[in-house]
């Protein structure tokens, strides 16, 4: 399903799969993808079969689910030390944290509001091939 930084986004997980690169992410991801594409359901901007079949293809990009000791306790840290109204996106900044790799995002506004703290978030905006990536 295109959004603004799709062609950037498929270019990036191209270039993991080349570098053999095994991107990771906490276990709401999920949820978090199958809600995205169900809310384009309910706006009318694609029917459930598409949705469901981006969603396989979304579960197919082999992402390895990582549920690490104390991530959800610093989630929970992160989100309070930077004043964020809930903890989810702390979630995948606490996992680079603790994988020392880079977290790509595409949610500009969470991404310029901790680039200044946590420089190893990065935009999907950003990106050129002239990025090294490791992981997320």
């Known amino acids: 399903m295109p959004e ?3 062609d950037r986004a498929l270019a ?4 993991w799969a080349q570098e053999e690169i095994q991107p990771i992410a906490p276990s709401l991801i999920l949820p978090e993808i199958t809600n995205a594409f169900y809310k384009r359901v ?10 469901i079949e981006a969603l396989h293809v ?3 990009f082999g992402i390895e689910i990582r549920e690490e ?4 306790a610093r989630a929970m840290e992160l989100s309070h030390q930077m004043n964020r109204p809930n903890t989810y996106d702390c979630h995948y900044l606490a996992l680079s944290e603790i994988h020392h790799c880079p977290l790509w995002t595409g949610d500009e506004r969470f991404f310029n509001s901790v680039e200044k703290i946590f420089p190893r978030v990065k935009w999907i905006g ?3 091939k002239l990025h090294t990536t490791h992981r997320l």
């Open 4 to 6: 603004t930084f799709t």
């Open 12 to 15: 990036l997980a191209s270039e």
């Open 42 to 51: 309910i706006r009318g901007e694609t029917d459930l079969a598409t949705a």
């Open 58 to 60: 979304v579960l197919d």
């Open 69 to 72: 000791p104390g991530l959800h």
């Open 126 to 128: 950003n990106y050129s």
